[in-house]
């Protein structure tokens, strides 16, 4: 609890596009209180403790980017840490960010069907100059705590009411099967496969060769599981 014989100590967050922490560190100053500006990351390497300070603050926006969601992935980096104990290795969350940022190479969205609003989810695209396609398939599967009607209904503190949760019932859940078509029939192609899941890191699973205008590529994917397929035209 903070001393109030003393001037509060306010922790202000920056990095990764916040902006206005200057602004908020003047005005605790204008108010007599003591401000310091710290990057996030030296919260998330354990080099600061915001248990020093009586005031945590997260000003501004435009983190990452100012992007739909960008406030999720911020949230997300401090909940779950992007990094391991050591501070530099990437968590299972933050090896998830970088399979889905492979998706940036191939910004054409391609068409997809068979995925779900239910535990499976299918991102495709293609690379501008059109020799490489990119397909991230997750098995994220809603935890049995998330599911069904919550204890004391969907109003919050007699304040706000948020979206009734849903019953799921997982069958036939425990891996996938894709099959890419329109690819040319007279090219051959490699496909890399990449997985992040409890027991596999982010690395290259395995590199297979298909030769046709389709190509079917199955496996299994256990939640929560991310598979990466990397389709490219053969060189030889």
């Known amino acids: 609890m903070a001393d109030l014989a003393q001037a509060p100590k306010a922790l202000i967050l920056t990095g990764f596009g916040i902006n206005c922490e200057e602004e908020m560190a ?12 710290v990057h996030l990351n030296e919260v998330l390497h354990g080099r600061v403790s ?3 300070f009586d005031i945590l603050n997260f000003p501004g926006g435009f983190s990452f980017g100012d992007d739909l969601g960008s406030g999720v992935v911020l949230a997300n980096k401090l909940r779950y840490r992007q990094t391991g104990a050591d501070g530099r290795t990437p968590s299972k969350v933050g090896q998830a960010m970088i399979a889905l940022g492979r998706l940036k ?3 054409e969205r391609l068409p997809v069907v068979g995925d779900d609003k239910d535990g499976f989810a299918v991102q495709a695209g293609r690379s501008e100059s059109g020799d490489e396609i990119t397909i991230v398939i997750s098995n994220y599967e809603v935890p049995e705590a998330l599911r069904g009607p919550r204890e004391g209904g969907d109003r919050l503190a007699d304040m706000l009411n948020v979206l009734p949760r849903r019953d799921f019932v997982y069958a036939d859940n425990e891996g996938f ?16 496969r990449y997985r992040v899941s409890d027991t596999w890191d982010y690395r290259l699973l395995s590199t297979e060769r298909f030769a046709g205008a389709g190509l079917t590529i199955s ?9 990466v397929l990397v389709i490219k035209a053969a060189t030889e």
């Open 26 to 37: 003047a005005a605790y100053r204008l108010a007599g209180g003591e401000a310091t500006i």
């Open 50 to 52: 915001i248990h020093d």
């Open 105 to 107: 190479s191939t910004p």
């Open 177 to 192: 099967e894709a099959t890419v078509t329109g690819l040319d029939a007279d090219a051959t192609y490699l496909v890399e």
């Open 219 to 227: 496996g299994p994917l256990a939640a929560p599981g991310i598979e």
